[in-house]
């Protein structure tokens, strides 16, 4: 993984609408896993509607996730296709275990208005490219801070 500098350069730079906002704010509460930066981040903004974003690569392995349940019982969570992982993940113990709490694509716009737990599986045009030869190609991989 990418020195975090190096990793907030490289979502600010996909980034590009009004109301995400890339920060380092696990920095800052000094939290590391997700449950504990969730569960955080709603004490501090209670009136914030957050939706976590992960690809389909971390749906099929979150069920080892520190307290993985209380994630998608905090804030809506979208999940991004990841290509290969698409079967994996959805037959996920998370997919299985919040199955009856999936969106429609459809309805995923709306997610963020949803209470949790409420999910998507975001499908999408593929890139054939992995993400390591991605990071190798732009010069992301070993790249300093």
């Not at 903004?45 to 974003?53: E, G």
């Not at 997610?111 to 190609?137: E, K, M």
Request: hydrophobic share 45%; proline share 6%.
């Amino acid at each position: 993984m990418a020195p975090l500098p190096v990793r907030m350069r490289q979502a600010r730079a996909v980034a590009r609408h009004p109301r995400v906002v890339v920060t380092d704010i696990e920095k800052a509460f000094g939290t590391r896993a997700t449950s504990r930066t969730l569960l955080t981040l709603r004490r501090r903004f209670p009136r914030t509607r957050f939706v976590w974003l992960m690809g389909a690569d971390n749906l099929a392995g979150i069920h080892r996730w520190e307290a993985w349940q209380r994630i998608f019982n905090l804030c809506a969570v979208a999940i991004i296709d990841r290509g290969s992982y698409s079967f994996t993940a959805l037959r996920s113990p998370a997919a299985v275990r919040f199955a009856r709490y999936r969106v429609s694509d459809g309805s995923a716009a709306g997610l963020a208005d949803r209470a949790a737990p409420a999910w998507a599986y975001l499908g999408g045009p593929r890139h054939p490219a992995s993400a390591t030869a991605i990071r190798q190609r732009t010069g992301w991989i070993g790249q300093a801070a």
